[in-house]
């Protein structure tokens, strides 16, 4: 039954002070006194209190003669829940209070009902309890602006987290030197409440001072400031239009191709890339760092015979001469292509030794040439060349 404001009796036994205990009933948004039929004729002191976490509270319903009741009579309920009325104290013949002692936090955001019923179960009063803690100092401040078009930022929320009472946060923001304050208000619920994006009249070339404040009834903290230049945090979107396929009949080989960004063609900036790649059977993902600003790659040294997984991720490096970093796209949408089997079956002695040679070679062209360098390209078929001679030459003698 949800906590509500009601007229004439309930189908319950008369309830006095030792009423029996009730179980919990539905929980309603939380009831306050001028909603209840019985507004002027019998009200709950404190009204909507908002106490900390941990503390205790002492309310009084206190009624009007012309309700003919006595307080002994009466029962609280909280959240639905009946009392016990170890926790009542007679005031006067027509005012009944409760104690109650170490406050959890609210369960709602509305506050706990807590509601002063007559004996044949009538709603006489309501207050709306709001019991949690004031907020705590946000933190991790991260911004990001998509193509310099916004700023979109994130934070934590400080300590535990949950304040369980309503809590504001709201993004502040002004030009370091000579801007007024603005706010980026979130009025999001769950997660989204620790974020926000402003999505317009943004300055370039200048920067910003950063911070977020937190508020609630029982107090206020306010973040670090954040100094950053629009410029020193874009992101693009992610490559589009990937495609992997295989290079002839080389079993230990793929190409990559990818277009850059459509937004990159509006913005001045010199754009590098990072590729990922994992086996189909595996979630572990090996990822390629040196591949520059080409929109090609070729992936060597790979499992003959195997389905392989590849994504492209963007970083705008130098945005109108910005000498930060810049920061990583998402990754792109994954594509496949397998490379061919190899016919061709190596003894486990000479297989062993090829391997073992593949990975000196490879690991020396990762420390001397970029990954997918043309000159890395060119000296790793030329040594799968001459390796293909070793061989033929190394079978030729084993006859």
Known sequence: RPVGCRRGPRTRPRARRGAPRGGPTRRASCRRAGDCGEEEKAVI??????????SSLTATCTLSPELGLLSSSLYWTLNGVIL???????????????TLHSLDGSRQQSGDNLVCHAGDGRVLAGSCLYVGMPPEKPVNLTCR??????LSCRWSPGGPGETHIPTKYALKYRLRWYGR?????????????????????????????????????????????TTLDILDVVTTGPPVGLQVSRV??????LTIRWASPPEHEDILFQAKYQIRYRLEESAEWKVMDDVGNQTSCRLAGLRPGTVYFVQVRCNPVGIYGSKKAGIWSDWSHPAAASTPSTGECIPGEQNSTLRRELKQFLGWVRKHTSGCSAMSIKLYDQWRVWL???HRTRNQVGR
């Open 388 to 390: 293909q001679k070793t």
């Open 145 to 150: 602006s998509h193509n310099t078009k916004d």
């Open 84 to 98: 016990p009325g170890s926790t009542y104290t007679e005031v006067s013949p027509h005012a009944l209070s409760v």
């Open 181 to 225: 304050e603005q706010e980026c208000e979130s009025d999001s619920a769950g997660e989204q409440r620790y974020s926000c994006r402003v999505r317009r009249n943004l300055a370039l070339f200048t920067p910003y001072e950063i911070w977020v404040e937190a508020a609630n009834r029982l107090g206020s903290a306010t973040s670090d400031i």
């Open 248 to 253: 002839g009949d080389l079993e230990d080989q």
């Open 45 to 54: 002191s404190p009204q909507d209190p908002v106490l900390r976490t941990g």
